[in-house]
């Protein structure tokens, strides 16, 4: 176990002159829970890989229990990996697979098997242990994939979208079950996902990167309630934000043909600016009968059974979604109404950088 | 009980259609096999029984022709085509094995470069390189030595291993080698547990390829060779032109000479059938 500090950390593949990862500083606690979220090309994978030793630290550092890795081979950094497509060894067992770092490290025999069976307890992979990886169900490989990283009992767990190739219920089961297997172990861990459910869901602390730049390194529920940009705030949370470029009035926005009045606070934040980039999420936003709500047309209607997503567009163009329930959505084409709901957050970004404004 | 799980196995048994898909078949394949067929009916005859027209299918065997052959000095022949067969292969799979991992999952650089200057090595027909080769092997003093065909079959055969071999390498997956080493292996041992497991079928189907090759050789060894260093191929041939009329003791010797690229093939059939199994990983 150990802590992580990833210090204006670069790498850049050869035959590129962009940087997959761009001067990443991240500081992870010793048995953190921390996951690298993005879109692909984000460089998640490449900062992962940097912290195994798969890929070249060109530039910075990482260190790892405050030693510096760089040109430290993978084989000597005490690091387990789960990868995407699990990369069991065919040739061999579930124990055998589960067995050779212990194997290599030179543990006998005797103890070898002892704690793959302990493992294989806990994963609930016993009664396949004399099996051959291709005669697994792709759960199953999983569960041996993260029980060879287990047994080594390594200082630092990767894993590198371990749940992408399973079907949508094992994955939340799976979900659930790696997250109180980490909180169990106390093992520092580094999480890769393009799913930012699962980092919101899995993670102590969420990193999210794009084009191998650090966007917002948080809590989950400070990513959602405070995005630090227009990018971040789109990216997490489900559906995702409204987020609209809008002309700015003298007391709030205008929303195609209908005024949205902001506090003034928040009218002070965006100050003599001529547009503003507004973020509020569809759960915020309600249908209403209101008058001085925003005037859209309906252009679908997503019913989830205990909910319904309203996809609308406003005059000019402008794309809302809101929240609505099911028994009483409006129907494709009709004219409504939306208002923000008395907990609406509301929030600001400069139209051109995407910061935060406040 | 049994009942259901007869009418089970019955039900999967497919109906016995006509093909003429079939009957092609069969005549290609009877066509292809033959010659053979005819060679080794023939060893097993007397002179007379072989001389015969139309040809006698029903004869009385014997050994006869083998013992002739053995006579006649099959041995140093054979023991000298076994030995460069047998070292040429062994020096490819040594040779190719590391270039084929380090052009496929351990990409160097240059790596199309140096692919494409094996395949050109091949783009010259040997009859065109055989007067300088003959000069260079005089030259070093290794005419009618069997090291020189040793060479020769190894530098033959490498580029074609190479590019099968790479081929086989290319099927293994990358992150494999990744896992052994945070598991903590060296190359070496990743290599060894790891990759040449998997690539085993491949590397038998490549010596396979280079045994039959080599074997077979017939223009350097017909060209550099006399007495000491002569192999089947050429061995062979003399018997044509020094006993023509007889065919059953030339095909005697011609199923001998086939037989131990037969056994290979044999040996090798398990490994080949195999194939490449990477159910785990795709």
Same mark, same amino acid.
């Given at each position: 176990?150990?802590?992580?500090?990833?210090?204006?950390?670069?790498?850049?593949?050869?035959?590129?002159?962009?940087?997959?990862?761009?001067?990443?500083?991240?500081?992870?606690?010793?048995?953190?829970?921390?996951? +690298?979220?993005?879109?692909?090309?984000?460089?998640?994978?490449?900062?992962?890989?940097?912290?195994?030793?798969?890929?070249?630290?060109?530039?910075?550092?990482?260190?790892?229990?405050?030693?510096?890795?760089?040109?430290?081979?993978?084989?000597?950094?005490?690091?387990?990996?789960?990868? !995407?497509?699990?990369?069991?060894?065919?040739?061999?067992?579930?124990?055998?697979?589960?067995?050779?770092?212990?194997?290599?490290?030179?543990?006998?025999?005797?103890?070898?098997?002892?704690?793959?069976?302990?493992?294989?307890?806990?994963?609930?992979?016993?009664?396949?242990?004399?099996?051959?990886?291709?005669?697994?169900?792709?759960?199953?490989? !999983?569960?041996?994939?993260?029980?060879?990283?287990?047994?080594?009992?390594? !200082?630092?767990?990767?894993?590198?979208?371990?749940?992408?190739?399973?079907?949508?219920?094992?994955?939340?089961?799976?979900?659930?079950?790696?997250?109180?297997?980490?909180?169990?172990?106390?093992?520092?861990?580094?999480?890769?996902?393009?799913?930012?459910?699962?980092?919101?869901?899995?993670?102590?602390?969420?990193?999210?990167?794009?084009?191998?730049?650090?966007?917002?390194?948080?809590?989950?529920?400070?990513?959602?309630?405070?995005?630090?940009?227009?990018?971040?705030?789109?990216?997490?949370?489900?559906?995702?934000?409204?987020?609209?470029?809008?002309?700015?009035?003298?007391?709030?926005?205008?929303?195609?043909?209908?005024?949205?009045?902001?506090?003034?606070?928040?009218?002070?934040?965006?100050?003599?600016?001529?547009?503003?980039?507004?973020?509020?999420?569809?759960?915020?936003?309600?249908?209403?009968?209101?008058?001085?709500?925003?005037?859209?047309?309906?252009?679908?209607?997503?019913?989830?059974?205990?909910?319904?997503?309203?996809?609308?567009?406003?005059?000019?163009?402008?794309?809302?979604?809101?929240?609505?329930?099911?028994?009483?959505?409006?129907? +494709?084409?009709?004219?409504?109404?939306?208002?923000?709901?008395?907990?609406?957050?509301?929030?600001?970004?400069?139209?051109?950088?995407?910061?935060?404004?406040? | 009980?049994?009942?259901? &799980?007869?009418?089970?196995?019955?039900?999967?048994?497919?109906?016995?259609?006509?093909?003429?898909?079939?009957?092609?078949?069969?005549?290609?394949?009877?066509?292809?096999?033959?010659?053979?067929?005819?060679?080794?009916?023939?060893?097993?005859?007397?002179?007379?029984?072989?001389?015969?027209?139309?040809?006698?299918?029903?004869?009385?065997?014997?050994?006869?022709?083998?013992?002739?052959?053995?006579?006649?000095?099959?041995?140093?022949?054979?023991?000298?085509? &076994?030995?460069?067969?047998?070292?040429?292969?062994?020096?490819? &799979?040594?040779?190719?094995?590391?270039?084929?991992?380090?052009?496929?999952?351990?990409?160097?650089?240059?790596?199309?470069?140096?692919?494409?200057?094996?395949?050109?090595?091949?783009?010259?027909?040997?009859?065109?390189?055989?007067?300088?080769?003959?000069?260079?092997?005089?030259?070093?003093?290794?005419?009618?030595?069997?090291?020189?065909?040793?060479?020769?079959?190894?530098?033959?055969? &490498?580029?074609?291993?190479?590019?099968?071999?790479?081929?086989?390498?290319?099927?293994?997956?990358?992150?494999?080698?990744?896992?052994?080493?945070?598991?903590?292996?060296?190359?070496?041992?990743?290599?060894?547990?790891?990759?040449?497991?998997?690539?085993?079928?491949?590397?038998?189907?490549?010596?396979?390829?280079?045994?039959?090759?080599?074997?077979?050789?017939?223009?350097?060894?017909?060209?550099?060779?006399?007495?000491?260093?002569?192999?089947?191929?050429?061995?062979?041939?003399?018997?044509?032109?020094?006993?023509?009329?007889?065919?059953?003791?030339?095909?005697?010797?011609?199923?001998?000479?086939?037989?131990?690229?037969?056994?290979?093939?044999?040996?090798?059939?398990?490994?080949?059938?195999?194939?490449?199994?990477?159910?785990?990983?795709?």
């Amino acid at each position: 176990m150990a802590s992580i500090t990833y210090k204006n950390a670069s790498c850049i593949y050869e035959g590129s002159d962009k940087l997959a990862v761009d001067s990443l500083n991240l500081d992870i606690k010793d048995g953190e829970f921390i996951v +690298l979220v993005g879109p692909s090309g984000s460089g998640k994978s490449t900062a992962l890989r940097m912290l195994a030793g798969l890929e070249d630290i060109d530039e910075g550092a990482i260190e790892i229990g405050g030693k510096d890795m760089t040109g430290v081979p993978s084989k000597d950094r005490d690091i387990a990996m789960v990868f !995407q497509n699990y990369a069991l060894y065919p040739n061999k067992t579930v124990a055998e697979n589960m067995g050779f770092a212990l194997k290599l490290r030179g543990v006998p025999a005797d103890e070898r098997r002892r704690k793959v069976e302990e493992a294989a307890k806990i994963l609930d992979l016993t009664e396949y242990l004399d099996r051959k990886p291709a005669k697994l169900s792709g759960g199953q490989r !999983q569960r041996v994939a993260m029980g060879r990283a287990i047994v080594r009992e390594p !200082q630092v767990f990767c894993m590198d979208e371990p749940l992408s190739n399973l079907d949508a219920k094992l994955r939340v089961q799976t979900r659930t079950q790696i997250a109180a297997l980490q909180r169990r172990l106390g093992t520092t861990t580094v999480y890769v996902t393009h799913d930012q459910v699962e980092a919101m869901t899995m993670g102590d602390r969420v990193a999210v990167l794009k084009f191998g730049k650090l966007q917002q390194f948080a809590s989950p529920s400070e990513l959602y309630d405070r995005p630090a940009n227009a990018f971040v705030a789109g990216f997490i949370g489900s559906p995702a934000m409204n987020l609209i470029t809008v002309p700015v009035t003298a007391d709030g926005v205008q929303v195609g043909s209908s005024p949205m009045k902001l506090e003034r606070e928040q009218r002070g934040l965006i100050g003599d600016l001529k547009e503003v980039t507004v973020g509020v999420r569809p759960e915020s936003l309600e249908l209403t009968t209101d008058p001085d709500g925003i005037e859209v047309t309906v252009d679908l209607v997503e019913d989830l059974g205990s909910e319904a997503y309203v996809y609308t567009h406003a005059s000019g163009g402008v794309e809302l979604v809101a929240r609505s329930n099911p028994r009483t959505a409006p129907k +494709l084409g009709d004219t409504v109404r939306l208002s923000r709901n008395a907990d609406a957050v509301v929030h600001l970004f400069h139209p051109v950088s995407g910061e935060r404004l406040g | 009980m049994t009942a259901t &799980l007869e009418s089970g196995v019955a039900a999967k048994k497919k109906p016995r259609k006509f093909s003429p898909w079939g009957v092609v078949a069969w005549i290609a394949a009877i066509g292809f096999f033959f010659p053979v067929f005819w060679m080794v009916l023939t060893a097993f005859k007397q002179e007379g029984d072989a001389a015969t027209s139309p040809p006698k299918l029903f004869f009385t065997p014997t050994l006869d022709q083998f013992g002739a052959v053995f006579d006649q000095g099959i041995g140093p022949s054979m023991l000298n085509s &076994l030995f460069a067969t047998g070292m040429s292969t062994l020096l490819v &799979l040594l040779l190719g094995v590391p270039a084929a991992f380090a052009l496929s999952l351990r990409p160097v650089r240059k790596t199309q470069d140096a692919l494409f200057f094996f395949m050109s090595t091949k783009m010259l027909p040997i009859v065109a390189a055989i007067l300088p080769l003959y000069v260079i092997v005089s030259n070093i003093g290794l005419l009618d030595n069997i090291w020189a065909l040793v060479i020769l079959y190894t530098a033959m055969n &490498l580029p074609i291993a190479v590019w099968m071999m790479r081929s086989f390498f290319l099927e293994v997956p990358g992150e494999l080698l990744e896992a052994a080493s945070l598991d903590g292996a060296s190359l070496w041992r990743s290599v060894r547990e790891v990759i040449l497991p998997l690539v085993s079928p491949g590397i038998a189907a490549t010596a396979l390829i280079c045994v039959i090759f080599a074997w077979n050789e017939f223009f350097f060894a017909v060209n550099l060779t006399a007495v000491n260093a002569q192999t089947m191929p050429v061995y062979l041939v003399g018997f044509i032109a020094g006993e023509g009329q007889y065919w059953a003791v030339l095909s005697a010797a011609a199923t001998m000479s086939a037989l131990p690229v037969i056994l290979c093939g044999w040996f090798a059939q398990n490994k080949l059938v195999r194939g490449l199994s990477f159910g785990a990983i795709k």
